[in-house]
Structures are given as structure tokens and as C-alpha cells.
């Protein structure tokens, strides 16, 4: 019997031990969910504190003062798009009521394509109560204003049905142009930026002489840059639209080279050279008259050698005589005679590409090596030089120093303005000449006063 009082009294320990260890751990667990719970609201609250900020200005210094709380809207925000933000989201954000945010955002996307709003687009919001006092959170300011690019939505409280009147405003636009220009002096980045040009102008100044300019190999110090570019601006002086360059003007190593923008009646921009030569197009599809394709660029069965072998260029079948023309402007790397290649030239147009004729009967008197030529200027006559079956001529175009199909570099072969679309050209570059011409007086009057 003693043993038995014993070994119950022993049991009823354990009970206890294990039902205390059990209380422990759920209260354990418990403090630690509600601690993280609350850390994570302060974590939270303290974020949107700081985020909300109110510039104000007293006595001419610009402070920025940190609201602790919550309590009352700012009179401004300005709004960065992040992925997946939303009208509803950021109206929530700002401070408004569940219920508030569902009515103006409904109002909202009646009057705005909201779809159109892109990723990393500003948003401003403005509030305005009618006494000037301060707005709390969760109540309805008396003016409520939202800007988007060149677009206002604002309305007025109807203080009886408790929501807005909201009407889609138009900001007044103004087309502005800007002129940026100097001298190389390290780098053209640097140069350009100096003086007021963007990144993005910079950029798009090198890609439009990209297929004729080396700027690391061509461009030397002193080299002299003109960039005029056109943007638009709102009521704010906000830009509402991208940098687009007008004219682009290079001169080095002696040489001069000015860039037209061009808009077509389909409003299609592209460039052009001052005489209407495509900047993207300074080689001709096919340069020969009256000739037929005889053989395409590829792997073929040679009719001399009798074997399989790389045809590095296009023949083109013509009339022994028929004159050849130069490609597009550029120097004459070489005039001479080989075995295979029979009377044969290269012309260099850039650093990129440069083009071969061979098989010619006789060269044009005057064509000689290290003399500059024209775009269509003859250089030589169709003949049966070297290895050849019959009157052609053989024609290459060479990227790096390495033959490639013609047929594959389209966009770098078409032809100049011409007709009707070369008397708009000309309209419109004399209408970017006046506006450089504007733009020069400005600037040399905006110098001159600075240096008094």
C-alpha cells in the first residue's frame, strides 16, 4: 500500500511538471507572435511618418518638416509608379478611407485611361481646404487635384452626397528647342554635358553619325559640336515628351558634316545629310545601270575553277563599257591589277564598310588611289577582267574588312530624298536653320551679359 500512495503522488508531479511545461511554451509562443505582430506595425507606421514630409519655407530658408504622425494630409505628394501600384493603392497610401478611395478611384478611371500610366512615372496629387487649415486623415479635402503628364484631374467637394466633381483639364503645352555646342575637349560626354546636354542627347548625337564617325579614332580635341533638340513642356515647366535632336553638326579633321531631322506626311522622323543623303543609307542597292544579277553572294560551283567555293560579292551582267558607279562617297583604298580579281578597286566609306569592284575593262581617267569620290561618280567600265567568263562586274561590300551579303544590310542601303519629299526636306530645313539661327542670338546675348 505504501508503494502505491507513492507511485501516485509521483504521478501527479509528472502531470503537473508537463501541463506547466505545456503553459510555458503556448505562452512563450503567444508573447513572441504579438511582439513580431507589433514590430512589424511600428515597423510600418514609422515608415509611412517619414515618408510623408511637408516643405515649408520660413523666413526664405527651405526646411523640410517630418510629420510624427499620421493626423493630417500633406497639401502635396508626389508619386513614384512602382510595379503593381494601382489608383486604389496609392489614394490608400496618401491617407484616404477604404471607403473614399473606392469612390475617387472609380471617378478616376471614368474620366483616365489609367492602363497608360507606365512604371516609374511621377504623379503629383494637391489638396486644398477652403479655409486654409489643416486636412485630417479621413476627411474629404475641399479641392482635390491630380496631374499626369500634361493631363489635371480636379473637382470640388459636394459636401451633401459626400464625393468629388471631378473634370479632366488639358495643362497648356509649350514647344521649346535648345541649342548645346562647344569643342571636344577629353570627351564629347563630358564636352556635351558641360554645357547642358542630357545623357539621352549625347547618345543619340554619336549613334546619328555612328555609320560614318569613329569618336574614339576620328574625333580629335578641338573638334568642334552643335546639337540643336526640340522638347515640350506643361504649365509647370514640367518636360512632357522626350529630347529630339533637330540638327547635329561635326566638324574634324578638317571635314564638315551637318544632319537635318526629316518628318514625313506620316509623321515619321528620320535623318538625312544637308543634301538629303539618308545617314543610314550611304552606299547605293546596285551600283550599275542597266545590269541583271548573274550570280548571288554564297557558296557556289566555280565555272573556271571547277570547284566549290565562297562568292564573296554579287555579279552583275552588263555590256562591256557600261559605267560603274561609286557607292557612296569615301576615299580609294586601292587601284590595281590580280589574277583573280582582274582590274579591280576599293573604295573605304567609313570606318565600318567599305566596298570592291572588280573585273572592269579600263578605270575612269583621274580615279586614283588615296583620291576622295562622290556617291555616283564613275569609276570605272564593265569588262571580263582576271578570271571571268564574260563582261560583269563583281561587286563586294565589307563590314570590318569581311565580305557580307549586300542583301542583308537593307537598312544601310536606300536611296536619297528625291521629287516631292525632297522639297519638304528642304522646307523644313530651312524652318531648323531659322531656329538656329533663334537659338545662336539667344545664347551669344545670354553670354555676353554673363560676362558683365
Same mark, same amino acid.
Given at each position: 500500500?505504501?508503494?502505491?500512495?507513492?507511485?501516485?503522488?509521483?504521478?501527479?508531479?509528472?502531470?503537473?511538471?508537463?501541463?506547466?511545461?505545456?503553459?510555458?511554451?503556448?505562452?512563450?509562443?503567444?508573447?513572441?507572435?504579438?511582439?513580431?505582430?507589433?514590430? #512589424?506595425?511600428?515597423?510600418?507606421?514609422?515608415?509611412?511618418?517619414?515618408?510623408?514630409?511637408?516643405?515649408?519655407?520660413?523666413?526664405?530658408?527651405?526646411?523640410?518638416?517630418?510629420?510624427?504622425?499620421?493626423?493630417?494630409?500633406?497639401?502635396?505628394?508626389?508619386?513614384?509608379?512602382? $510595379?503593381?501600384?494601382?489608383?486604389?493603392?496609392?489614394?490608400?497610401?496618401?491617407?484616404?478611407?477604404?471607403?473614399?478611395?473606392?469612390?475617387?478611384?472609380?471617378?478616376?478611371?471614368?474620366?483616365?485611361?489609367?492602363?497608360?500610366?507606365? =512604371?516609374?512615372?511621377?504623379?503629383?496629387?494637391?489638396?486644398?481646404?477652403?479655409?486654409?487649415?489643416?486636412?485630417?486623415?479621413?476627411?474629404?479635402?475641399?479641392?482635390?487635384?491630380?496631374?499626369?503628364?500634361?493631363?489635371?484631374?480636379?473637382?470640388?467637394?459636394?459636401?451633401?452626397?459626400?464625393?468629388?466633381?471631378?473634370?479632366?483639364?488639358?495643362?497648356?503645352?509649350?514647344?521649346?528647342?535648345?541649342?548645346?555646342?562647344?569643342?571636344?575637349?577629353?570627351?564629347?560626354?563630358?564636352?556635351?554635358?558641360?554645357?547642358?546636354? !542630357?545623357?539621352?542627347? =549625347?547618345? !543619340?548625337?554619336?549613334?546619328?553619325?555612328?555609320?560614318?564617325?569613329?569618336?574614339?579614332?576620328?574625333?580629335?580635341?578641338?573638334?568642334?559640336?552643335?546639337?540643336?533638340?526640340?522638347? *515640350?513642356?506643361?504649365?509647370?515647366?514640367?518636360?512632357?515628351?522626350?529630347?529630339?535632336?533637330?540638327? +547635329?553638326?561635326?566638324?574634324?579633321?578638317?571635314?564638315?558634316?551637318?544632319?537635318?531631322?526629316? $518628318?514625313?506626311? $506620316?509623321?515619321?522622323?528620320?535623318?538625312?545629310?544637308?543634301?538629303?543623303?539618308?545617314?543610314?543609307?550611304?552606299?547605293?542597292?546596285?551600283?550599275?545601270?542597266?545590269?541583271? =544579277?548573274?550570280?548571288?553572294?554564297?557558296?557556289?560551283?566555280?565555272?573556271?575553277?571547277?570547284?566549290?567555293?565562297?562568292?564573296?560579292?554579287?555579279?552583275?551582267?552588263?555590256?562591256?563599257?557600261?559605267?560603274?558607279?561609286? +557607292?557612296?562617297?569615301?576615299?580609294? *583604298?586601292?587601284?590595281?591589277?590580280?589574277?583573280?580579281?582582274?582590274?579591280?578597286?576599293?573604295?573605304?566609306?567609313?570606318? #565600318?564598310?567599305?566596298?570592291?569592284?572588280?573585273?572592269?575593262?579600263?578605270?575612269?581617267?583621274?580615279?586614283?588611289?588615296?583620291?576622295?569620290?562622290?556617291?555616283?561618280?564613275?569609276?570605272?567600265?564593265?569588262?571580263?577582267?582576271?578570271? !571571268?567568263?564574260?563582261?560583269?562586274?563583281?561587286?563586294? =561590300? #565589307?563590314?570590318?574588312?569581311?565580305?557580307?551579303?549586300?542583301?542583308?544590310?537593307?537598312?544601310?542601303?536606300?536611296?536619297?530624298?528625291?521629287?516631292?519629299?525632297?522639297?519638304?526636306?528642304?522646307?523644313?530645313?530651312?524652318?531648323?536653320?531659322?531656329?538656329?539661327?533663334?537659338?545662336?542670338?539667344?545664347?551669344?546675348?545670354?553670354?555676353?551679359?554673363?560676362?558683365?
Amino acid at each position: 500500500m505504501h508503494y502505491f500512495l507513492s507511485f501516485l503522488k509521483f504521478k501527479r508531479i509528472n502531470i503537473f511538471l508537463f501541463s506547466f511545461a505545456v503553459l510555458c511554451i503556448v505562452f512563450y509562443f503567444v508573447y513572441n507572435t504579438q511582439s513580431n505582430i507589433s514590430s #512589424r506595425i511600428i515597423k510600418q507606421n514609422s515608415t509611412k511618418s517619414i515618408s510623408h514630409v511637408e516643405e515649408i519655407d520660413e523666413e526664405g530658408h527651405n526646411t523640410i518638416k517630418k510629420v510624427s504622425t499620421l493626423a493630417f494630409l500633406a497639401k502635396e505628394y508626389l508619386y513614384t509608379v512602382q $510595379k503593381g501600384d494601382s489608383i486604389i493603392k496609392m489614394l490608400s497610401e496618401i491617407g484616404f478611407s477604404s471607403v473614399d478611395v473606392f469612390t475617387i478611384s472609380s471617378q478616376i478611371n471614368q474620366l483616365y485611361d489609367i492602363s497608360t500610366i507606365y =512604371i516609374g512615372q511621377q504623379i503629383k496629387f494637391a489638396f486644398h481646404s477652403n479655409d486654409g487649415s489643416q486636412i485630417k486623415v479621413g476627411e474629404l479635402p475641399d479641392n482635390f487635384s491630380m496631374y499626369i503628364e500634361n493631363t489635371i484631374i480636379d473637382g470640388i467637394l459636394d459636401g451633401k452626397n459626400h464625393s468629388y466633381d471631378l473634370k479632366l483639364l488639358k495643362q497648356s503645352i509649350n514647344s521649346k528647342s535648345k541649342l548645346v555646342k562647344g569643342f571636344f575637349k577629353g570627351s564629347l560626354y563630358n564636352s556635351a554635358m558641360s554645357q547642358g546636354a !542630357s545623357a539621352g542627347i =549625347i547618345m !543619340s548625337y554619336m549613334n546619328l553619325f555612328s555609320n560614318t564617325i569613329n569618336f574614339k579614332k576620328d574625333v580629335k580635341a578641338e573638334s568642334e559640336f552643335k546639337i540643336l533638340f526640340d522638347f *515640350q513642356e506643361n504649365s509647370e515647366r514640367k518636360k512632357i515628351s522626350n529630347e529630339n535632336i533637330l540638327y +547635329a553638326y561635326l566638324s574634324t579633321n578638317n571635314k564638315k558634316y551637318e544632319i537635318y531631322q526629316y $518628318k514625313d506626311n $506620316k509623321g515619321k522622323i528620320s535623318y538625312y545629310y544637308n543634301d538629303g543623303n539618308n545617314i543610314k543609307s550611304s552606299l547605293l542597292r546596285k551600283p550599275i545601270k542597266k545590269a541583271r =544579277i548573274s550570280s548571288g553572294f554564297g557558296m557556289r560551283f566555280h565555272p573556271i575553277l571547277k570547284c566549290k567555293k565562297m562568292h564573296k560579292g554579287v555579279d552583275y551582267a552588263a555590256i562591256k563599257g557600261t559605267p560603274i558607279l561609286a +557607292a557612296g562617297d569615301g576615299v580609294v *583604298q586601292m587601284i590595281r591589277y590580280g589574277p583573280s580579281y582582274g582590274r579591280y578597286l576599293a573604295i573605304k566609306h567609313n570606318h #565600318r564598310y567599305s566596298t570592291l569592284y572588280a573585273h572592269l575593262s579600263k578605270f575612269k581617267p583621274g580615279i586614283k588611289q588615296g583620291g576622295y569620290v562622290k556617291q555616283g561618280r564613275v569609276i570605272g567600265y564593265v569588262g571580263s577582267s582576271g578570271n !571571268s567568263t564574260g563582261s560583269h562586274l563583281h561587286y563586294e =561590300i #565589307r563590314k570590318y574588312g569581311k565580305p557580307i551579303n549586300p542583301s542583308k544590310v537593307k537598312a544601310l542601303i536606300s536611296h536619297p530624298l528625291e521629287g516631292n519629299n525632297l522639297i519638304a526636306f528642304n522646307h523644313q530645313k530651312k524652318k531648323i536653320n531659322s531656329t538656329l539661327y533663334q537659338e545662336n542670338k539667344i545664347m551669344f546675348t545670354r553670354n555676353n551679359t554673363n560676362k558683365k
